[in-house]
């Protein structure tokens, strides 16, 4: 019986070439469609976030989640606009502050913060730097273990533990504009009827510390006050130059309140 002809060497290293262009040219589109869909997750988490912030709004005034206040002795107590509890003066740490007190009200499972309180594209892979100063990515909702500086993951929401930064700090991928609208509106708190219909109150990770990878390269997921969320085409070297404009490349809603504010109002030009 005769016996089927193989393949030669030469026809082999020929296909293996052609399976090769042919995964260079689809890799892009692939990779392409992996990151629209980790876009349309981030933008579902934040929609579902700010639908909590609303509804926390229609139970108090109108006043959306507040990330400072000043108590009876005139001491202003806030947060940044990345922090879901309190960072200063002072203990106790643990109080909830902006989007926190959405979680704190039942508004937002704190079981789920791993997720909702993490954009899917952003790198947050923890790794230290040379001399052991800070981590290179500092965001730390999705890490579940006491980073340096960094805090704690979601899952220390109920922690009482008084050790450091380790028992208050937790770092959200997003961007809450309550602190930088406080500091620019004369103190005022973010309302659902002191803001125009199309007021950004909530977007993809802006300060460079937090966001050092940023997820989406080319733009932003925003969130308005009206719940509508959308896409918008600012690259993160817009965002930056428009922070440096200002004074200041921390965009946290403290270090310069008003490039933090004029980056909401240059995602606000965008229909």
Known sequence: MRRGRGFTLVELLV???????LLSILAPTLNRSKELVRR???ASHMKNTIHAALSYAGESREALPISQYLDSAGTEHWTYSFDIRKRWPGPPFQEPLGIGLCVSAGYLPSGELGSSMHCPSLNTTYVESKGGQAPTNWHSMNVDKPNWWAGLGCGWWNST????????????GYHYRSPSWWRTHGKKHLRSSNAPANSVIYSDVL?????????????????????SGRYVGVTPVQVEAVAMANGSPNTDGYADATSDEKIMELFELYP
């Open 161 to 172: 533990q008084a050790e450091g930064n380790y028992s208050r700090r937790l770092i959200a």
């Open 15 to 21: 296909i293996i070439s052609i399976l090769s262009v």
């Open 40 to 42: 349309a997750v981030c």
């Open 207 to 227: 300060d460079p510390r937090f966001g050092g990878q940023y997820g989406h390269k080319d733009g932003y997921n925003v969130t308005r006050i009206d719940g």
